[in-house]
């Protein structure tokens, strides 16, 4: 008798080179590329997109997050002109995909405006973000993004600040993707604990993750009176980067878990 287990691909969110290489050294099976993670992350620089391009041995796809500012999804024209040359950026360099999400100022999905950069991105695989979060209605939001022809998957923790909260809608998401062209990724919180009852409710075959650990800063001088934010802050000494141990273990745990 068949156990039923599935493999689940790992996204590991990513925003230094040497997390690049932890993610894919721990079996990662796909990238999402951003800086400033901190802030819930933000378009990467150019000269990030391309040395990570030019040097990473590509063994796995990666995607690039195009969000301009931290705060909220609701974008001005120049904004929009920023995000459409950011999107051209990570075409022109090669990369496999992009992470967007545009909302109305009444929380529903900028049908229009995420239309335009979605086909803009084509023919790279397009993610709707964490913005559909902060939608009025997911299941309005899901058919709205059902509508664009681009978009191949929606990253969501359920509309709740972490996937275990939010996981009777993430399962709803799921049976509604079923023979569609979209896949719902599930990002947010989750961890060792809780990954097998999230793979084993929602049934999904995608998690998204940042697997990271904190790492201290190799400064020996430190000047503990300045630092480079606001009160709400990291520590300019601690740095988080990915740990290939804990990808891998997340790899172990989602081996063992039947659907």
């Not at 002109?81 to 950026?89: K, S, T």
């Not at 740095?239 to 804990?246: A, E, M, R, T, Y």
Request: hydrophobic share 40%.
């Amino acid at each position: 008798m068949s156990d039923n287990k599935q493999t689940v691909l790992f996204e590991v969110c990513v925003d230094s080179f040497e997390s690049c290489v932890e993610a894919i050294k721990g079996g990662a099976g796909r990238l999402e590329l951003c800086s400033s993670l901190f802030l819930g992350g933000l378009t990467p620089s150019y000269g990030m997109m391309k040395v990570i391009k030019d040097k990473l041995p590509h063994t796995v796809p990666i995607h690039v997050l195009i969000r301009p500012r931290a705060g909220d999804f609701l974008y001005n024209d120049i904004e929009m002109e920023i995000m459409e040359r950011d999107i051209l950026i990570a075409k022109e360099l090669g990369y496999e995909g992009v992470v967007i999400g545009i909302l109305l100022s009444d929380g529903s999905i900028d049908v229009t405006r995420t239309k335009q950069l979605a086909s803009l991105a084509s023919p790279m695989s397009v993610t709707f973000h964490r913005a559909f979060d902060m939608c009025n209605d997911y299941k309005k939001g899901f058919n709205d993004l059902l509508s664009i022809d681009c978009i191949d998957r929606i990253l969501t923790s359920g509309l709740e600040s972490s996937v275990l909260e939010g996981i009777d809608v993430i399962k709803d998401l799921i049976e509604m993707s079923n023979n569609t062209r979209i896949k719902i990724l599930p990002g947010g919180g989750i961890n060792e604990r809780n990954l097998a009852k999230i793979i084993k409710k929602t049934k999904t075959n995608e998690i998204h993750t940042s697997g990271r650990v904190t790492q201290d800063s190799a400064m020996t001088f430190r000047n503990n009176r300045a630092f480079m934010g606001g009160e709400l802050r990291a520590s300019e000494y601690t740095l988080s980067i990915v740990n290939h141990k804990k990808i891998e273990t997340f790899r172990n745990i989602s081996s063992h878990v039947n659907n």
